[in-house]
Nanobody, 120 residues
Framework: QVQLVESGGGLVQAGGSLRLSCAASGRTFDYNTMAWFRQAPGKEREFVAAISWRSINTNYANSVKGRFTISRDDAKNTVSLQMNSLKPEDTAVYYC?????????????WGQGTQVTVSS
């Protein structure tokens, strides 16, 4: 079992920045890929960014490229999402996820989510 706990959500004005963190615990050895997803009210959950073991590969949704940066500290089993130039449409609950491979977009474990609200 892998446990994921997000933190860092909150309120921010449009154009501002926010940094989210996710702490992983439990049996994380076989789960090398970490990702961030988000879900806005009335919308489906969407992919935001992913990062592979040792940060060899990263992938971003087109909507956040150039604004968001995903990073990880493998020694501490943490992954972060630096969000800059935030827009009201970035408002959503952000979820951390863990998967076995970077190539396959399947995630077995999810955090409880953290709310990000961007005011206009």
């Amino acid at each position: 079992q892998v446990q994921l706990v997000e933190s860092g959500g909150g309120l921010v004005q449009a154009g501002g920045s926010l940094r989210l963190s996710c702490a992983a615990s439990g049996r994380t050895f076989d789960y090398n890929t970490m990702a961030w997803f988000r879900q806005a009210p009335g919308k489906e959950r969407e992919f935001v960014a992913a990062i592979s073991w040792r940060s060899i590969n990263t992938n971003y949704a087109n909507s956040v490229k150039g604004r968001f940066t995903i990073s990880r500290d493998d020694a501490k089993n943490t992954v972060s999402l630096q969000m800059n130039s935030l827009k009201p449409e970035d408002t959503a609950v952000y979820y951390c996820a863990a998967g076995r491979t970077f190539a396959i977009a399947h995630y077995d474990y999810w955090g409880q989510g953290t709310q990000v609200t961007v005011s206009s």
